[in-house]
């Protein structure tokens, strides 16, 4: 059967003198799929639009700025991903660059500078360190997210099946 995936972004906004990550706190509105979830920026790719374009139009939607350095860390897809069984193709970026200004909020709820100690820690294998970090993230983020900020310049392809809001596996491959 072929695979026909919604198609899109996720950015991680780096600033790297504070050493922080920009995540939205997704609590604007109670029938959003990802409610109460930290995440990074992104979303759908429009009809016509590649996917560095989508970055760009994301964050100069979501956070008001036009990028300046970037780069495409990795792909992966998630099947039968959330309450909605999707199955998702999303291009993960990590994006140290920008010119404008960052509001405190935009349509899905607050914006927030999250140290990055906190995120890792938020996606270690530790139960308690994950829990004492305090960042309601979707399940399978743990896998993926330190990727996005290791040293290793090799983009990473990860497939990410998922029974509803929980992941099955993780499996992953550097070029």
């Not at 349509?107 to 890792?120: D, H, M, N």
């Not at 743990?142 to 290791?150: A, G, K, M, S």
């Amino acid at each position: 059967m072929p695979f026909r995936p919604i198609v899109g972004s996720l950015a991680y906004v780096f600033d790297r003198d504070a050493d922080a990550v920009l995540m939205v706190r997704r609590t604007a509105r109670a029938d959003d799929d990802q409610y109460g979830k930290v995440n990074g920026l992104g979303g759908k790719l429009e009809a016509d639009e590649d996917i560095v374009e989508n970055v760009r139009r994301e964050l100069r939607e979501e956070a008001n700025i036009e990028l300046t350095s970037f780069t495409l860390r990795g792909t992966i897809t998630w099947t039968n991903f959330g309450p909605k069984n999707e199955d998702w193709l999303g291009f993960l970026f990590l994006v140290d660059g920008w010119e404008g200004e960052i509001p405190s909020a935009n349509a899905e709820g607050p914006l927030e500078w999250i140290p990055r100690s906190r995120l890792v820690a938020a996606c270690s294998d530790d139960a308690e360190v994950r829990a004492a970090a305090d960042l309601p993230m979707w399940e399978g983020d743990r896998h993926f997210v330190p990727l996005v900020f290791d040293d290793d310049l090799r983009q990473f392809h990860g497939t990410m099946p998922y029974a509803g809001d929980h992941p099955v596996s993780w499996s992953y491959q550097r070029l």
